[in-house]
């Protein structure tokens, strides 16, 4: 079975820094998608970024980016200038791409604080 | 706001008793996914249905149940509560059954 791993419970980070939340995964699979979501106390699940595993690029969505090291299976979020905003739990997740496992298998979150 | 609506929001029962969850999904979205958010165990898939049919299971307690209507709501019915039982329960929606997940806001259940 996957499994996703992130071993930072709790980070933090300064108001317009640079923090970066690290997740690990396991996977025999060699095609296959991942995710981060960011959980506000609203308790929303919000899709941060998503990465196809065929894609050597790694994605990007304005302050957020990750850095994705298929051999290693490591999957890192960085966000920039970071925003009062940002202030969440976020969780790392992996899904297979093929047809008979559609589920996300999340991580255990990392809680993210900023402060001003 | 994802479109995908959960109700009630909060929820509050007695050990034993059984509880009924809903989920409307985005509208155009087939498939229907559940997950439980708790302390000790994390976010976990429940499980999946596409167009009315199971297409999937995960870690789903015998004591819990669930259906995806014509219409294309969905429910999950939680039976013989126990106070491990509370937790957040999610309901996501897909176009695909494989498709990017977007979730409600999640139904707090809290069991006494």
């Known amino acids: 079975a996957q499994t996703v791993t992130q071993s930072q419970p709790e980070m933090s980070v300064q108001e317009a820094e640079t923090v970066t939340l690290s997740c690990t995964y396991d996977?025999?699979?060699?095609?296959?998608?991942l995710f981060w979501y960011k959980q506000p106390p609203s308790r929303q699940m919000i899709l941060v970024i998503r990465?196809?595993?065929?894609?050597?690029q790694n994605a990007t969505e304005n302050r957020f980016s990750v850095n994705f090291q298929k051999a290693a299976k490591s999957f890192s979020l960085k966000i920039s200038d970071s925003q009062l905003g940002d202030a969440a739990m976020y969780f790392c997740?992996?899904?297979?791409?093929?047809?008979?496992?559609?589920?996300?298998?999340f991580g255990k979150g990392t809680k993210l604080s900023v402060i001003p | 706001d994802s479109g995908v609506t959960q109700t009630p929001k909060h929820l509050i029962t007695a050990t034993g008793q059984r509880v009924t969850l809903r989920c409307s999904p985005r509208?155009?979205?087939?498939?229907v996914y559940w997950y439980q958010q708790s302390l000790d165990q994390g976010l976990q898939f429940l499980i999946q249905?596409?167009?009315?049919?199971?297409?999937a299971k995960g870690n789903i307690l015998e004591r819990f149940s669930a259906q995806q209507f014509p219409d294309l709501h969905s429910e999950l019915n939680l039976s013989s509560l126990e106070l491990g039982d509370s937790a957040l329960y999610f309901c996501?929606?897909?176009?695909?059954?494989?498709?990017?997940?977007?979730f409600g806001q999640g139904t707090r259940l809290t069991v006494v």
């Open positions: 997740a992996y899904r297979d791409s093929g047809a008979g496992s559609y589920q996300l298998t």
């Open positions: 990465q196809e595993a065929y894609k050597q």
């Open positions: 509208s155009g979205d087939l498939s």
């Open positions: 249905y596409y167009n009315g049919e199971e297409r």
């Open positions: 996977t025999s699979e060699s095609d296959y998608y």
């Open positions: 996501a929606s897909s176009v695909e059954p494989y498709g990017e997940a977007f």
